[in-house]
């Protein structure tokens, strides 16, 4: 597709499920980046590749939190046992190279009841 | 960690007003960038600053990286009705984008 493309774009699941948001980036990207915004604030760092690899995943909140993109290209942000706190939306944005600019995805609104 | 702040909170302008909004750190950046959120839509860019003290323009945005590199201001020209939304500054400690650190960012709201 032309964009970063995130799903689904809404999920509802219930406090202790685990759940699986997709990030699919711009063809040829080979830096991905996940970002969780919370209501009236700004994206928060969590983590981000450079090819398969993930190069930096110090906003990670804790270990629940776990991503993977085995081929360089699609990525999957993973949340085990999850928690009302983490009721939130998740950016994906993906870059030709860290030296470009980073195009951001609608994100994808995870809502823990 | 490193924190910025971002000033106003929310503005409500009339419709061809000229808008400016600001953001300040704790700490120095290297990059300042400028985003531009729409409800249920990913922060589009508009302007990147990687000098001290430059002066950008993109259309009706102007953007500058402060001299003390803690801070940076975006001004908006003649605003109209697709101004509206939330606007928010971003800064990097490096010159790649692979961690940018995001305001809590001012709302617009242009009045017809």
């Known amino acids: 597709g032309a964009g970063v493309s995130q799903t689904p774009s809404n999920k509802v699941t219930e406090k202790g499920k685990y759940v699986e948001l997709r990030c699919d980036p711009i063809?040829?990207?080979?830096?991905l980046y996940w970002y969780r915004q919370s209501l009236g604030q700004g994206p928060e760092f969590l983590i981000y590749?450079?090819?398969?690899?993930?190069?930096?995943d110090s906003g990670l909140p804790n270990d629940r939190f776990f991503a993977v993109r085995p081929e360089g290209s699609v990525s999957t942000l993973k949340i085990q046992r999850t928690e009302r706190g983490d009721s939130a939306v998740y950016l994906c944005?993906?870059?030709?190279?860290?030296?470009?600019?980073?195009?951001f995805g609608q994100g994808t609104r995870l809502t823990v009841v | 960690g490193q924190q910025l702040n971002q000033s106003p909170q929310s503005m409500f302008i009339q419709e061809g007003e000229d808008v400016s909004m600001n953001c300040t750190s704790s700490?120095?950046?290297?990059?300042w960038l400028w985003y531009k959120q729409d409800p249920g839509e990913g922060p589009v860019l508009l302007i990147a600053?990687?000098?001290?003290?430059e002066l950008t323009s993109n259309g009706r945005l102007t953007a500058q990286f402060g001299i003390t590199r803690k801070d940076s201001f975006l001004n908006i020209s003649a605003s109209i009705p697709s101004d509206v939304g939330i606007y928010f500054c971003?800064?990097?400690?490096?010159?790649?984008?692979?961690?940018?650190?995001f305001g809590p960012g001012t709302s617009l709201s242009v009045i017809p």
């Open positions: 700490s120095i950046f290297n990059t």
């Open positions: 971003a800064g990097q400690l490096s010159d790649s984008y692979d961690k940018v650190i």
């Open positions: 944005a993906s870059s030709l190279t860290t030296s470009n600019q980073a195009f």
């Open positions: 590749f450079q090819g398969t690899g993930a190069a930096d």
């Open positions: 063809s040829g990207h080979t830096a």
């Open positions: 600053l990687y000098k001290a003290g």
